[in-house]
């Protein structure tokens, strides 16, 4: 089955600058990749996904990349604000199927 | 967003009763969902894909007899677990995917509320 690594697993910044989360997947048939934010004891939420016909996708703080070739994808958060610290987590999926989740990374944004 | 819901919440339980999950799509039908187990301060990790209609297929390593999954609707799916112990307190999320009639659909799977179970 498919193997999702994402790291860091913590990661602390000051509010303003930009944070970076990697993961990489080792099925090649994997075709989406969701990024879930997730408040303590709350459900996952989707903040950005990328499918693997696009390589980049923005939206206003928050930017995916994927790179095919290698099976890495990588989430770029700008201009962090205090809101933003949660774990977040990336997975992979075939068509929409199964998620895999990578094991997370606590983000804090310090004020 | 569709919505998909949980119940109950949280339950607390003794150990060697059996606990059951609901996880309901409240306005799309879903032909599959997921269930999902998050230990403390872990990953999300998946352990069955539910069918409506028929037999739940399992993830390496998850005992079908103990998590028994029944999807008897297209907006139902129940998670049982049996005789229940204490390492099996978890937090249990179920995801649910919309596949949208027509090719402007956009095919997404959305989260339950999660329930916690505790089991004493």
């Known amino acids: 089955g498919e193997n999702v690594e994402q790291h860091p697993s913590t990661l602390s910044v000051q509010e303003g600058d930009s944070a970076v989360i990697k993961c990489t997947y080792s099925?090649?048939?994997?075709?989406?990749f969701p990024w879930y934010k997730q408040e303590l004891g709350k459900r996952p939420q989707l903040i950005i996904d990328i499918r693997s016909n696009v390589g980049e996708k923005k939206d206003q703080r928050i930017a995916v990349t994927l790179n095919k070739t290698a099976k890495h994808f990588s989430l770029h958060i700008t201009e962090t604000q205090p809101e933003d610290s949660a774990v977040y987590f990336c997975?992979?999926?075939?068509?929409?199927?199964?998620?895999?989740f990578g094991s997370g990374t606590k983000l804090n944004v310090k004020p | 967003g569709a919505v998909v819901s949980q119940h109950p919440s949280w339950v607390i339980c003794k150990s060697g009763t059996s606990v059951k999950i609901e996880c309901r799509s409240l306005d799309f039908q879903a032909t599959t969902m997921f269930w999902y187990r998050q230990f403390p301060k872990q990953s999300l990790m998946l352990m069955a894909t539910s069918n409506e209609g028929s037999k739940a297929t399992y993830e390496q390593g998850v005992e079908k007899d103990k998590f028994l999954i029944n999807h008897a609707s297209l907006t139902l799916s129940t998670l049982t677990v049996t005789s229940a112990h204490p390492e099996d307190s978890s937090f249990y999320i179920c995801s649910a995917r919309q596949t949208p009639e027509g090719l402007a659909g956009v095919t997404t799977q959305y989260f339950g509320p999660g329930t916690r179970l505790t089991v004493l």
């Open positions: 997975a992979a999926s075939l068509n929409f199927n199964k998620f895999y």
């Open positions: 099925d090649s048939a994997s075709n989406y």
